[in-house]
């Protein structure tokens, strides 16, 4: 029997009782921010669920985690305590649970409409690190930039490969991305000054760390799971942008898959028991500046990593390095294996040389006005568990 | 006349009343952390300062400021703010000033022993960046690594190159460094996994961020100063090691030196009415494993910079980056021009070809037991500018 909730979900909608990913956000634009659950067109206060004392199990009882103005001191507590948190709102929000449903003042007050608040950054990023996990992205980017003699590093079957990126410039759907400005050397040996002439989305999903581990004390592969709370949508242009609500492993849980074979076999410190992708429908729109239509440009499958999220995890953490609750993993640019499911402009026009047709525009990079739109989705039996949207417009550079 | 403290000063102490440079410190094991400056061998606790209200200029009147676990609040308030407390704490420890002087009560509760108290970081750290701004240094890497041909790639001259790196991992002078483990490739196509077998140090100094910017709002490379509150002394290894005192700018500024001419001249961009280095006398010591003699392995100067601190300051924020009080930027390894002055191993032994004499020991890179020590200091008339040291000992590599 499928769970249901009393409160009415669409059946197209992405946040049904299954789901309940977690953001923070403001009721009022002057209120502080506090912790919530997506349910429905619905944000369900935790901050007023937790005060009325109904996180009642032995983690959270008196615990002050939904009363912060971020999800950090929740994530530190662990898998035992978010899948307390899970239950709890599932039997709270479930149809014939009265204790919510028919107390029309707590309702009232914990149940606000989603599209009357303000989603915030859900945790305090201490650092960010960003992966290049896609095998199809992989050899993409070095057919394009370095042949087909060897598009893809030996190193890279060996190694989950990543950069350290930027924990300050990470911002939440909706924000504004104003075009970089830099040096560039097209030509010639002097470099320019001027704006990016070739600005991308890509499209890429992040883990959101929970418990981390000590300086010199790195995470077993096969325990590395415990230390990942859920996933977000993730733009990783000028500047990243991430969805505001977090879905949990939990509730991906239905929608695991085994990830793909890896050849050769990785060292034992990246092998695992069990090597689990999920299967999430992941698409990228674009509304071109000036125009109201708005054109799906890609459609890709997060099960298209071939390093998991569990070996990025354990990979990062081997040499030493402390991670910290609310540490950002991006994907790195998500591309399957046909023309259509390439993560970004740069795959999708072969860097600029197929210029992409959005209905009465064309596009080889963003343009000024540009607004980009990641959705992710799994599809259940009756229900989806989804990540709603993770948006952004381009902002022309400063003069 | 020179300027002369109540607080008895060794003449070869690094912190005399012309100093006061700021750290953050417990008392006690189970005390808060609080902030401090560095007189002679005191600390004074500068949140006994502030209770008893003896800041009372305009800006940090009834400021809580100094009753915070790290300096970030301090570094928000900027350059007014920042000489506003070192006037006061240089009028308040000075020979003829007899508010904390005659005071015995307060002297005892604010004066403690430096090395009774535990130092901690002074700053809580939200990015961290790593620059490239030695060309002594940028030359033998390139001379090691690629040849003759073309040590330094033409670009260096155009743009500060640095790279983003991690927070988590930046601990305080006196942490033990464990020996990172991970995949090498030395030889043939199949990597191995182990613990690192050229482990280094690196000469550095970091300058740390006061005022921010917003995002896509760059600052000026002629006001970059005002957004820097001081430097510390950094050691760039396994993980980062950094000095606890953060010597103000305004302490520097009597040993304010003229940068180098960079030719090709920078872009307008990065081009400053006035380019200044600090006179900066730095030394690296090693204790050998299993030795008690300390030995000398280099001697540099932070003038050694190629590119200032305020034109990486300005590069940082061009592209529109945000950087937020309490950031980081390291200014790379700085290596002087002759081969006694390299700041680092791989520059001192040219890539292990040339053992180093290290007393009884020798040494191609850092061994388990090592112990290094990095210490800088201006030298005034009659008074040194000093950062104390930044040591820490490497462990071995987890079985």
Redesign the interface.
Known sequence: MVLKSFVEVRPDSHFPIQNLPFGVFKPEPNSEPRPGVAIADSVLDLSVISSAGLFDGKFLNNSDCFNQPNLNKFLELGRPAWREARSTLQKLLSADEPTLRDNEILKRKALLPMDKVQMLLPIAI??YTDFFASMHHAKNCGLIFRGPENPIN??WF??PIA???????I?ISGTDI?R????G?PTG?T?Y?GPSRKLDFELEMAAVVGP?NG????IDVNEAADHIFGLVLMNDW??TTISPWIVTLDALEPFAIDAPEQNPPP???LTEKKSKNYDISLQVSVTPAGHQETCIVTRSNFKNLYWTITQQLAHHT???????PG?LFGTGTISGPEPESYGCLLELTWNGQKPLSLGRATRTFLEDGDEVIFTGCCKGEGYNVGFGMCSGKI?PS?P
């Open positions: 201490g650092d030996p190193n060996h190694i950069y350290h990126g930027r924990a300050s410039s911002v104003i970089p400005r830099g040096q050397h040996n470099p000054f981390g300086l010199g004390r790195p000028s500047g060292l034992p410190y081997i040499n030493g390095c402390n991670l910290r540490d902002l400063p």
